[in-house]
């Protein structure tokens, strides 16, 4: 079952700072215009869908997002987001992976905590399946059952299929 929310939108303005490099935010226009100032890494975490190369632009903001920046929203908003939500099955937490790259061979050790596995995979696999840059020396990262099973793991049986998503038809044809 599929239902429907209506969120309130807002648009706010947003610049950086060449002085210091800060991201200014503005709400509103003329004299009842709400202002603020936050670090960029709060705003991008706030508003991750937005690009880090653009100065300044205008953009759609929801009460909670501006109430997370610190503006409050006493105006009723001109426009409202449709968002579609529909049930989710429970997901799996993710199993959670470290890597470090040999320097002798050119290889990363690849170790998932969870079961306690350790492999050496090739950089262009490790970067093919998790998607890293290649610079990066060690680091930590979650892993799908899929990642993990096309990285080289032994995953629990079945464990490939839990990251799939299954319509309610096909869980019915499963348990009847």
Same mark, same amino acid.
């Given at each position: 079952?599929?239902?429907?929310?209506?969120?309130?939108?807002?648009?706010?303005?947003?610049?950086?700072?060449?002085?210091?490099?800060?991201?200014?935010?503005?709400?509103? +226009?003329?004299?009842? &215009?709400?202002? $603020?100032?936050?670090?960029?890494?709060?705003? /991008?975490? %706030?508003? *991750?869908?937005?690009? @880090?190369?653009?100065?300044?632009?205008?953009?759609?903001?929801?009460?909670?997002?501006?109430?997370?920046?610190?503006?409050?929203?006493?105006?009723?908003?001109?426009?409202?987001?449709?968002? +579609?939500?529909?049930? &989710?099955?429970? $997901?799996?937490?993710?199993?959670?992976?470290? /890597?470090? %790259?040999? *320097?002798?061979?050119? @290889?990363?050790?690849?170790?998932?905590?969870?079961?306690?596995?350790?492999?050496?995979?090739?950089?262009?696999?490790?970067?093919?399946?998790?998607?890293?840059?290649?610079?990066?020396?060690?680091?930590?990262?979650?892993?799908?059952? $899929?990642?993990?099973?096309?990285?080289?793991?032994?995953?629990?049986?079945?464990?490939?299929? @839990?990251?799939?998503?299954?319509?309610?038809?096909?869980?019915?044809?499963?348990?009847?």
């Amino acid at each position: 079952m599929k239902s429907i929310i209506l969120v309130p939108i807002h648009e706010i303005g947003y610049y950086r700072s060449c002085r210091t490099n800060l991201i200014e935010i503005a709400l509103g +226009t003329g004299r009842n &215009a709400q202002h $603020a100032t936050v670090h960029p890494s709060l705003f /991008y975490a %706030i508003f *991750p869908q937005l690009d @880090r190369t653009i100065a300044g632009d205008m953009t759609e903001a929801t009460p909670d997002q501006l109430a997370a920046i610190g503006l409050e929203t006493t105006r009723k908003p001109h426009h409202f987001r449709e968002v +579609t939500v529909e049930p &989710a099955a429970p $997901a799996e937490p993710p199993l959670q992976a470290r /890597y470090v %790259i040999d *320097p002798a061979t050119g @290889r990363y050790i690849v170790r998932l905590m969870e079961p306690r596995q350790e492999i050496s995979v090739s950089a262009a696999l490790l970067r093919r399946v998790i998607d890293i840059s290649p610079r990066a020396v060690l680091g930590a990262t979650p892993l799908t059952y $899929a990642q993990a099973a096309a990285l080289g793991f032994v995953v629990p049986k079945g464990g490939a299929d @839990r990251d799939r998503v299954h319509t309610a038809p096909e869980l019915l044809q499963a348990y009847a």
